[in-house]
């Protein structure tokens, strides 16, 4: 069926990451606007398009968005104000993308099992790719910096060429997995898969996705798998007392040179920004220009990747949509959270443990708005909605 085959696309262009990008422009960007079109036409007129009940507050976002650029149009030129218009179209065609994987596994096209196998061979991927490039790019500062990384050194990053974001990606698969272990399915596959994951989450060394890793730990070992309370710290206090490399990257915290440092001054001017422009925001992810135009920006650093963005998604869509926005955004998600832990649904704690593990990962950086994670993330929670 060509829905299936636009799927396995998407998923294995998102999976390839920076590698298909081609001059401004990502495959998996074009892979998810057919996936999505497509996939929205097929429901329409051949079967019948359900919209879950999860996904509607994250509709009413985006045309709280739309509306907040619409009103700050003024302040941008033609070229930004488009520019904008285009990265909100994106976040569109990846809602549309979960709300298409949705209606395929409510009409039968694809079962839960299969979705889950596909984002473990996805998550395998990557850890392969990431094995790849240790070998062969371990140290990120040999690249031209006009590129823009980070200069990570012996940490995976994979086909994102970003520990942190690969870090978050790895752990939300990994959720998905314990989320059928709890409940039942333990087969051979699933285990080992789960290990291999784990040992890679700790191959990045990301301190954010380290902490999302003991959240949803936390909350499966307090709801369902007790044993997994004590495997959390066993594992931590291996890792702390057997890797040096764990105690320097942990007490890096407090060291002014440590990336943690700039994540303050990113947070502080996001917050003076928010401030400026509480009612409506800026314009979503007009951002970049207001940090030029507040003089947080260089000419330097102004095209950098970080430019674009703070590092919290929290703080981002406050000062990009207003008060309004973030409220409705965080509403968004609290909304399956909240239903899920009162409910005794079969796969309920992998929106409980996934919605606040991702939630304060991205108070660190701005991963719900990653195009792998937002796929991946609206897929699974608007698959969980109880009308699919």
């Given at each position: 069926?060509?829905l299936?085959y ?65 009103l ?41 099992e ?28 040999v ?47 699933r ?7 784990l ?19 936390f909350?499966?070992?307090l ?13 931590a ?46 314009g ?77 990962e ?16 609206y897929t699974v ?5 109880p009308?699919?």
């Open positions: 069926m060509l299936k636009l799927f396995y696309i998407l998923l294995g262009t998102l999976s390839l990451g920076q590698l298909v990008k081609a001059g401004d422009y990502y495959l998996f960007d074009l892979a998810a606007v057919v996936f999505s079109f497509y996939g929205i036409v097929f429901f329409l007129f051949k079967r019948n398009l359900k919209i879950p009940q999860y996904s509607v507050l994250f509709f009413v976002f985006s045309l709280l968005a739309g509306t907040s650029l619409l700050n149009f003024y302040r941008y030129g033609s070229n930004e104000g488009m520019t904008s218009a285009f990265y909100l179209i994106r976040y569109v065609v990846y809602l549309l993308s979960g709300l298409v994987v949705s209606n395929m596994l409510s009409s039968k096209i694809m079962a839960r299969q979705l889950e196998k596909y984002l473990i061979f996805s998550a395998l991927f990557l850890c392969g790719a990431g094995l790849v490039q240790l070998l062969v790019l371990p140290d990120f500062s690249l031209d910096p006009s590129f823009g990384w980070d200069p990570h050194k012996n940490r995976v990053a994979s086909t994102f060429f970003d520990p942190n974001f690969l870090g978050a990606y790895l752990v939300t698969v990994f959720s998905v997995i314990l989320g059928s272990i709890a409940g039942g399915k333990r087969g051979k596959f285990l080992i898969s789960a290990v291999v994951i040992i890679f989450i700790f191959l990045t060394f990301s301190r954010s996705a380290w902490a999302m890793l003991a959240v949803v730990l909350i499966f070992g709801f369902k798998l007790r044993k997994f309370l004590f495997l959390g710290l066993f594992l206090f291996l890792a702390y007392f057997l890797v040096p490399r764990v105690q320097i990257r942990l007490s890096g915290i407090t060291d002014p040179a440590d990336s943690a440092r700039y994540r303050l001054v990113s947070w502080k001017n996001a917050l003076q920004i928010s401030r400026d422009n509480l009612l409506t925001g800026v979503f992810n007009a951002y970049r220009y207001v940090q030029r135009d507040y003089n947080f920006l260089t000419v330097d650093n102004i095209s950098s990747r970080s430019g674009a963005g703070t590092d919290s998604s929290l703080l981002f869509v406050l000062a990009t949509t207003g008060i309004f926005g973030a409220l409705t955004f965080a509403a968004a998600l609290a909304f399956p959270f909240l239903d899920n832990a009162v409910s005794r649904r079969k796969y309920r704690l992998v929106i409980v443990s996934l919605v606040p593990a991702l939630m304060l991205s108070l660190f950086i701005n991963s719900l708005f990653y195009p792998q994670i937002m796929f991946v993330l929670i608007f698959s969980s909605s009308d699919i």
